[in-house]
């Protein structure tokens, strides 16, 4: 079949959109870290959308940057950039298509073009999707890994980056040598304060590095927090075949993805930036109201469902969704226990926005596996679960649910399923959470094993027997009576 590029766009069909706007003179403004699907899904349409305003400028284009896996470069290369995304819900597709990736890049094939990209004056924003453990720092403290070996290794080889951190740091140390203003760094990832977290990370390696460095990046660079929103599953082979029903040509790596999409940013930006708030972003001065939500809300019964939904054997988010009591246990969860940790944000029905995302995690057309969500846990959980269990904890309030959810987690790391097969636990402490649950027989004892592990739990919440002794109940019912068994008991006992 003949595949996506430049030339094929106008032989598409009427009913696929295509860029609006002339991409032969795009020109590079942003560089993006982590190209991943959810990157393409989200931040580069909503700079698709800014290019195709009218009037609008062409300095705005992306140059992906893939850290390791040369596979989105070697997809997009023969497609000129251009890939799909197919908007699924229970309406059907529809599918348009992206223009605003001019190039993507390999780090691991050798960093010299990816800092000439990031050192190119034209280029004002560098952003990145690299997920939670390509900070190399520790969730539970939000502090630099010193002793990650990628932060490491890019300590003494600075002008051979690896890490997010490395790149970064070194490319802004070559703009201030070469009298090259700042870019703004637009960190898009689920972390806390996003932009002052990397900003911390960022002044403490450039510390180790140069204390002049640490001080002009201090005096001179932006780190806007932001918060997205859009759920995008991985891509499938039916994906692929789906979107080439739709177009008529091969996309090599079309992205599926729900229709809402939400980017709220704090409008800090050392150089200018594309118009995002015309084509529906929020530029506000404030993010972190809209960020503590999404982080609970969303992420933090995302985690649940996924765990409780691995071991009750569910691969999908709308296949747990679609059991009666599972949906009733996310509901009670977000309402009873994660909502009244969140204030309001300004102009936010938060009962509204708890029912959309019930709606949104029961679509049927995205097919998000529960495995997908479950990566990465020991990074995660902190800001999903944690901090909020710390805060009614605080309160002197109950967190039944919460601790489910964590028990959950401590069950799914032992790396066994309910059946005795073996799970493949995708997680950065892979091999150590499995030690501490291998280090005991009982319930009791795999769980303080691994709420020892401070890197996740800090040094207080392993302490507390108010959050100890919930989730140890928890995991003692999953053990004993299965994942299923234990949201229906719970399901049962909360009827009104």
Known sequence: MTRLDNGTLASLPG?????????????????????????RAHQAEFTDDALGLPGASLEWGITGVSLRSPSVRDALLPQDGLYTVVQRDGSGARA??????????????????????????????????VTEKGYCHDPATGDLDESHPAIVADLAHPDRPGSAIGLL???????????????????????PSNGDTVRKLLLRFAELRDPG??????????????MVDRIVPATTDADRAEAAGILGVEDAWPVAAEPFRQWVIEDRFTAGRPQWERVGAQLVDDVAPFELMKLRLLNGSHSTLAYLGVLAGHETVDAVMAVPSFARLIRSLMADELA????????????????????????????????QIAMDGSQKLPQRLLEPARDRLDGGQPLPLIALGVAAWCRYVGGVDEAGQPIKVDDPLADRLRAASDSANDPAGKVAALLAVQEVFGTDLGRSDEFVGPVTKAYENLVTNGASATVEAWAAQSQP
């Open 15 to 39: 009913s696929v959109r295509r860029p609006a706007y002339d991409r032969a003179h795009l020109q590079t403004g942003i560089v993006h870290l982590g190209i991943g699907n959810f990157h």
């Open 169 to 191: 740091v070194e490319a802004l140390d070559r703009r201030r040598r070469s009298g090259i203003p700042p870019f703004t760094v637009l960190t898009c990832d689920n972390l």
């Open 96 to 129: 348009r298509v992206i223009g605003s990736v001019r190039q993507v890049l390999v780090n691991q094939e050798g960093p010299a073009a990816v800092l000439d990209a990031m050192t190119d004056p034209g280029v004002r924003i560098v952003s990145l999707t």
């Open 340 to 371: 009244p940790t969140v204030p309001p944000p300004p102009d936010t029905d938060m009962a509204a926005y708890q029912v959309a995302l019930c709606e949104r995690f029961a679509n049927p057309a995205l097919k998000h596996r529960t495995r």
């Open 213 to 226: 460095l640490a001080r002009w990046i201090d005096d001179t660079v932006t780190f806007p927090n932001t």
